[in-house]
């Protein structure tokens, strides 16, 4: 079982940066795809960016891609999601998610474990 603890949300203002952590434990970090995704209200999670078990891939969501930056440390059972020029519509949850196996997969049905997500809001 893999436990998944976010952390970094916060309020900002639009243009600023955050940067989320995601600290796993139970489990072999270095075996697991981890993802980030994020859920604003009334809408449906939606995938953001995923990295592979090695770090040596990535895939981002078109609307973030080139403002966020998807990172692991497996020494340090760390996921990053780096977030620039943040705009009020990244306003959401954001939450981190393991995947059993390589990784690199968008869907989250495709994800084992998921962590209980931390609040990012964007004012404009």
């Known amino acids: 079982q893999v436990q998944l603890v976010e952390s970094g949300g916060g309020l900002v203002q639009a243009g600023a940066s955050l940067r989320l952590s995601c600290a796993a434990s139970?489990?072999?970090?270095?075996?697991?795809?981890m993802g980030w995704f994020r859920q604003a209200p009334g809408k449906e999670r939606e995938f953001i960016a995923t990295i592979t078990s090695s770090g040596r891939a990535t895939r981002y969501a078109d609307s973030v891609k080139g403002r966020f930056t998807i990172s692991r440390d497996n020494a340090k059972n760390t996921v990053y999601l780096q977030m620039n020029s943040l705009k009020f519509e990244d306003t959401a949850v954001y939450y981190c998610?393991?995947?059993?196996?390589?990784?690199?997969?968008?869907?989250?049905?495709?994800?084992?474990?998921w962590g209980q997500g931390t609040q990012v809001t964007v004012s404009s």
């Open positions: 998610a393991a995947a059993r196996g390589p990784g690199g997969a968008l869907t989250t049905v495709s994800y084992n474990y």
């Open positions: 139970g489990g072999t970090f270095s075996a697991y795809g």
